[in-house]
């Protein structure tokens, strides 16, 4: 996990730093793993990934959890399963932590079915 984050430039640092606290809030019992080359936290499999870019950074889910925040992530650059962030605007704390426990919720939902 620290050779991911000591390759990352200050701008980066500070914003996924932030980030991974955030994701620990919300996700208190979970284990952080490395997965695809990205932070990841894990809980009957992956429950989000965040990675650094140039010009943001993004947090990865599946597409059924974004499918719950549809509305919310419009102002947000979108991939299928990545969610947008520039470094210049304030990030969304609370957004991030509810799509982190939804995501968290499916897949102990999963789990059990």
């Known amino acids: ?21 955030t994701l620990k809030r919300a996700l208190p019992n979970t284990e ?3 997965s695809y080359n990205m932070p990841a936290f894990r ?27 549809k509305e919310e992530l ?8 990545a969610i947008h962030f520039s470094y210049e605007k304030p990030m969304p704390v609370r957004l991030i932590a509810k799509i982190a426990k939804e995501s968290r919720k499916q897949n102990l939902a999963r789990r059990a079915e």
Request: glycine share 6%; aromatic share 16%.
């Open 43 to 69: 809980e009957e499999g992956i429950v989000v990934w965040y990675a650094a870019a140039k010009k943001h950074y993004a947090v990865y889910v599946y597409p059924r959890v974004m499918a719950v925040f």
């Open 1 to 21: 996990m620290e050779e991911y984050f000591a390759g990352l430039s200050e701008m980066e640092l500070s914003a996924l730093t932030r980030l991974r606290e």
């Open 32 to 34: 952080e793993v490395i």
């Open 74 to 81: 419009k102002p947000y650059g979108r991939t299928k399963s």
